[in-house]
């Protein structure tokens, strides 16, 4: 993968017809019970998020399943002027909501995360790691763990500043488990108060992601 020349683009009004989600109110949403996704998780259009450049001194690493994140992840590094990159896995979760439900509860129950497929930039220029992710039965989605587990260590010494979607019951326990990871890999680090937005509302949360970096960068 060539890391300077893949950009990505942002266009709000693409990236909100994608997440479908994001049109529905809370009486159709049900708390993205049954939220679908493109079955690549998200790259069935365009090829994985990934901007680097040798003058930023933050960078917004994220998993999306069904959008909503990815415009979150894309919003934040769009006002941060920071770095961007998408996590892939091998094999991505079905379109099919109840299909990666069940997927997902064997992955948690067995401990059997996905594989990765990416290759990771090396993080020495960058202070702060904006680490984004939706909440999987009030925990750390798969994806976020899988990469933690791989290269938590390259993490040491960074600000973590972590921001997710939601389906209504806030941020579980995922803070706790990015905290014990980063610490089985001897991984010291500074965390700032987590961002946490609702699944179906990300394109109306201009001014909540505003105050949170500037709490960030003050």
């Given at each position: 993968?060539?890391?300077?020349?893949?950009?990505?683009?942002?266009?709000?009004?693409?990236?909100?017809?994608?997440a479908?989600?994001?049109?529905?109110?809370?009486?159709?949403?049900?708390?993205?019970?049954?939220?679908?996704?493109?079955?690549?998780?998200?790259?069935?259009?365009?090829?994985?998020?990934?901007?680097?450049?040798?003058?930023?001194?933050?960078?917004?690493?994220?998993?999306?399943?069904?959008?909503?994140?990815?415009?979150l992840?894309?919003?934040?590094?769009?006002?941060i002027?920071?770095?961007?990159?998408?996590?892939?896995?091998?094999?991505?979760?079905?379109?099919?909501?109840q299909k990666?439900?069940?997927?997902?509860?064997?992955?948690?129950?067995?401990?059997?995360?996905?594989?990765?497929?990416?290759?990771?930039?090396?993080?020495?220029?960058?202070?702060?790691?904006?680490?984004?992710?939706p909440?999987?039965?009030?925990?750390?989605?798969?994806?976020?763990?899988?990469?933690?587990?791989?290269?938590?260590?390259?993490?040491?010494?960074?600000t973590?500043?972590?921001?997710?979607?939601?389906?209504?019951?806030?941020?579980?326990?995922?803070i706790?488990?990015?905290?014990?990871?980063?610490?089985q890999?001897?991984?010291?680090?500074?965390?700032?108060?987590?961002?946490?937005?609702?699944?179906?509302?990300?394109?109306?949360?201009?001014?909540?992601?505003?105050?949170w970096?500037?709490?960030?960068?003050?």
């Amino acid at each position: 993968m060539d890391f300077k020349n893949k950009l990505f683009s942002f266009n709000l009004e693409e990236d909100i017809a994608r997440a479908k989600q994001l049109q529905r109110d809370e009486h159709l949403w049900q708390h993205g019970r049954g939220t679908a996704s493109d079955g690549q998780d998200t790259n069935a259009h365009c090829q994985p998020t990934c901007h680097l450049t040798t003058a930023a001194d933050s960078i917004v690493i994220y998993y999306s399943r069904s959008g909503s994140t990815e415009l979150l992840a894309h919003s934040i590094a769009s006002i941060i002027k920071g770095d961007i990159l998408e996590i892939v896995i091998q094999n991505p979760y079905d379109t099919n909501y109840q299909k990666t439900l069940e997927r997902a509860n064997y992955e948690r129950v067995n401990q059997n995360y996905p594989l990765l497929k990416m290759k990771m930039p090396n993080l020495d220029q960058y202070q702060t790691i904006y680490l984004g992710y939706p909440v999987w039965a009030m925990t750390l989605s798969h994806p976020m763990t899988a990469f933690l587990n791989t290269y938590g260590s390259k993490l040491h010494q960074k600000t973590i500043a972590p921001f997710m979607t939601q389906g209504g019951y806030g941020a579980g326990d995922s803070i706790d488990k990015i905290k014990e990871i980063l610490y089985q890999k001897h991984s010291n680090n500074n965390f700032v108060n987590p961002l946490v937005i609702d699944g179906n509302k990300v394109n109306q949360a201009h001014n909540q992601i505003e105050r949170w970096l500037s709490s960030i960068r003050k």
